[in-house]
């Protein structure tokens, strides 16, 4: 949600709820008023509290045989930045510690562990796991392939 739609959800609440509110004030019923109020003050917290949110962003990038996690708020900069050897990182998608828990999407290296994907949805994370599996797996076969192709070519 963009700050300009929220601000029309906004807009368009308070005119809805405000008019609701001051018929049923005229016609005599003013403890409505207040609590409209209140529905108002909720309404926008809960706007500015999903944009603040929506500004969270996670950064995966492969350059070359290293794998780059940049985390932080657009805007902001990286609160947290790493870089890891692509041939030892491992991708692993994790079951929740009880049954209806969601699935934690983790990237491995040695005893590190980075998890991403906090804010997607359980399908979400098995397809960026299976994703970022392929992308690391090809970042392992691009050099090794190229060789072992050229060398078949050559005759050597």
Same mark, same amino acid.
């Given at each position: @949600? &963009? !700050?300009? !739609?929220?601000?029309?959800?906004?807009?368009?609440? *308070?005119?809805? =709820?405000?008019?609701?509110?001051?018929?049923? *004030? %005229? /016609?005599?019923?003013?403890?409505?008023?207040?609590?409209? $109020?209140?529905?108002?003050?909720?309404?926008? #917290?809960?706007?500015? !509290?999903?944009?603040?949110?929506?500004?969270?962003?996670? !950064?995966?990038?492969?350059?070359?045989?290293?794998?780059?996690?940049?985390?932080? @708020? =657009? $805007?902001?900069?990286?609160?947290?930045?790493?870089?890891?050897?692509?041939? =030892? &990182?491992?991708?692993?998608?994790? /079951?929740?510690?009880?049954?209806?828990?969601? *699935?934690?999407?983790?990237?491995?290296?040695? &005893?590190?562990?980075? %998890? #991403?994907?906090?804010? #997607? *949805?359980?399908?979400?994370?098995?397809?960026?796991?299976?994703?970022?599996?392929?992308?690391?797996?090809?970042?392992?076969? %691009?050099?090794?392939?190229?060789?072992? $192709?050229? &060398?078949?070519?050559?005759?050597?």
């Amino acid at each position: @949600m &963009t !700050v300009k !739609v929220a601000w029309s959800v906004m807009g368009l609440m *308070t005119l809805v =709820s405000m008019a609701i509110a001051l018929f049923f *004030t %005229v /016609q005599g019923f003013w403890p409505i008023l207040p609590f409209a $109020g209140l529905e108002l003050a909720a309404l926008g #917290l809960a706007l500015y !509290v999903s944009l603040k949110r929506n500004r969270y962003r996670e !950064v995966i990038a492969f350059e070359g045989n290293r794998v780059r996690v940049e985390c932080g @708020m =657009s $805007g902001e900069g990286a609160r947290l930045s790493i870089d890891w050897p692509r041939s =030892s &990182t491992r991708i692993l998608l994790e /079951q929740g510690i009880h049954r209806n828990d969601p *699935t934690r999407l983790c990237l491995y290296n040695g &005893t590190r562990r980075l %998890v #991403l994907g906090r804010c #997607l *949805t359980d399908e979400d994370r098995e397809r960026l796991a299976a994703r970022l599996r392929e992308l690391i797996l090809a970042g392992w076969r %691009v050099e090794p392939l190229e060789k072992a $192709g050229h &060398t078949a070519l050559d005759g050597n």
